[in-house]
């Protein structure tokens, strides 16, 4: 026993840990645009919301990079993307805006 090896992983296993790879894009890439992940799993949410199960987080900032990053993630088929300004899409159907995120981008694969 005194031979065992522990070997650190490697961080895209510890995405595949936290919602997946695609979430983990997508949080690097809010981050290149300057914005503030102000939500994973923490702070209050619907009940049954994706926050819980560590696939979704929120991301916060100028409207300008907000918008920006909307755009982008619209185009990577997320399960939820939420922007009131810019509307909302779930499950890739465009559904508007839901209400009460006017300052923060949620997003959920
Ligand atoms: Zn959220």
Do not use: W
Not at 59 to 81: D, K, W
Not at 95 to 109: C, K, L
Request: proline share 3%; with cysteine; charged share 20%.
């Amino acid at each position: 026993m005194t031979n065992d090896v522990f070997q650190t992983i490697d961080s895209n296993d510890l995405v595949d840990c936290f919602g997946g790879s695609r979430l983990g894009d997508a949080r690097a890439r809010a981050q290149e645009l300057g914005l503030r992940i102000t939500s994973t799993t923490g702070g209050r949410h619907a009940p049954g919301s994706y926050h819980y199960s560590g696939r979704a987080f929120d991301a916060a900032g100028s409207h300008g990079a907000m918008r920006q990053f909307y755009r982008e993630m619209a185009g990577t088929n997320p399960t939820e993307l939420f922007y009131d300004p810019m509307g909302g899409i779930k499950n890739g159907r465009n559904i508007g805006a839901i209400g009460g995120h006017g300052t923060h981008v949620h997003i959920a694969y």
